[in-house]
């Protein structure tokens, strides 16, 4: 396309870096559910949108809603999160709202109404539970959580009672999500968009060994129990999984011994494990083997084990016929889009199975969730050429699901 | 011998346990350095002392000192220490000094003085300094570590500027330390004592792993630089060590990742090593072949690593001469004892290069440093009855370096 979107691009930087203005923590940048740096938040972004025209509210979950149009027609949503984990960088989640903004900016008319999003909470680091936002915004927010944060969200000057007006609109027809990839992929191919077609399988467990806490300078080897020694030996094999198995991604993050004394022998050892495939099928079987693996470490040495699996979420498929559109809107703009499994979740899978969706990814480099979290110009201006034509192509054409 | 010790070693027993219920936390064993508690254990030892006879006192460090004889004569000091770890159990230290106070209660006449001491700090809870009371007393406490514990001393009652006073008495020709053994070695040989030859040479160590935080969803194998998944290598690494070489006890007993969550892979661990040998070489080599080892690790996954040696200890040897009395005792008062390696740092560590220092074993069963540590009724009787026939020995033919 010959429009030039390097302008609009540094102008949505600059206000990713000045939303990260605002945070908890001054000189990092943590912003959680409903903290009071979300006000600023909210308030600089009524302000650009209530320029292009539409009406901007917040729902009960802290969710941010900007309309443009007049609410009858089919809907198109744009958006990400607003939260961040804590010392965060300035493009996870953000970005994708600031890309939805500059796609207001520039629309003219279309056939169909647009609602920006921005999603309060996908992070869970103030509670624990990620996906606060997007899931009040389907309907699934169950009233324990909603017990559980709703002093927040009165704190934060809003009504729990509210809750079930903050779900989407039945007019809704498609969600497009633009997120940073977070993963070095795109950076080593040194290409700048991604389109997503599914988020991966992910199941997350913990896995404590029980043996003996005992003196580490009388207990001999063939006497010992060594927890620690033991979730040791199983993050061997965690990684080991993942280097065996094409697509897998293992992790064990976390870990902790107990009494973890320096010259005590642990009693006691856990470790978190984080296990994820664009297959369902091979991410089962993958942690039934780091299962069975346990066991064996535990066995051979005497000690018990318990595995307690935490979380298991199903593989999401983006919307194909979505998807189909956004990939042809980024080779139309110029910017052939590399289709690809995101490893990481997104509001979008919470959205998926509600309202068809896709993502489009955007390289980054420095990592993510870092404060070296960063984006080149030029990808911002391929990813606002890629959203806007996936914006007209679909005023042309009509939304796939509309 | 044909003396009866099973009620005196009932009544120490039961000494210990009535002890063990002066304590800073409810329901758990727990006395660290000058903490209220010890006001109370100082009481009841003071009024069992005094009812032998001595005069007892409290240091400017807090050991109680009791002085049985007029002073002017050579002296055998009889200690442990009053200090435990949290959530203790009820015969590590105080042990030493309820023998001490019954080997009073049988003594009689002798040609020496006697002067139980219980000392003040062993564990290093408190201010993680170990040793404060047994440092005192040979003057080896730095104006630092007085200077931190100044205040603990002055809310105890005592005064830090009578420091110098604590130092025990030149008069001090022998020190004898009765404790349990707190590894399984005398358990597992069912025997019920040991007499120690040496304290094992003792390194500390801290590893610094320093890799890349990254999101574990999304971060391949190839491109990860996981700082955890190292550091748990290495531990595998440091237990084959103590596998391979006899007599090493080789310990990693803490362990963190930073930054610590599930879902993202460690860019920083951090594990420590104990190390132990009852030769200093030996301890030496397997530390410099640990951190060869950590170094090779970090270099092939592309990661740095820093090692950082805390404390090197050198091993101790006891008094050999006042070892064979202690030995010859055992097996003249009907129970021989094993000639063995502490592979725990004591009291007597740090006593033995001042004064002629030699160590009782004492078998003990549930561990140590827990609330299940427990000792036999009969093995405290032959503890009883071997320091009595060493203190009656000493006393007919002299101490060997009096």
Redo the contacts between chains.
Sequence with gaps: MSRDWSSAARLCIARCRELASFTEEPGRITRTYLSPPMHHVHRALRGWLQRCGAAVSIDAAGNLRALLGPGNRPRLLIGSHLDT?PNAGAFDGILGVVLGVAMLEAAGELTFDVEVVGFSEEEGVRYGIPFIGSRAAVGLLDQGTIATISAAIRDFGLDPAEMPAARISPKAAAFLEVHI?????LE?LDLPLGVVTAI?A?S?AEIVFQG??????????A?RK?A??A???W??A??RA??ETPGL?A???????EP???????GRATA???I?HASGDVRTEALERLTDCAHAIALRRGLDVSVEIQSAAPATAMDSALTDVLAAAAAASGTPALRMV????HDAMILAPHVPSTMLFVRSSG????PEESVRERDVAAALACGFEFMMRSSREGLPHA
């Design positions: 984990v990839e977070q993963g070095p992929v080593n991966a992910q997350r003996s806490a005992a003196h580490a300078g009388t207990t001999p080897a006497h060594d620690l020694a979730a040791c030996e993050v061997g965690v990684e993942m280097v991604m992790t064990a993050g976390r870990i902790t011994a973890g004394a320096r010259n005590v022998i642990a978190t494990l984080d994820r995101s490893g990481a979740g990592g993510s969730h870092c």
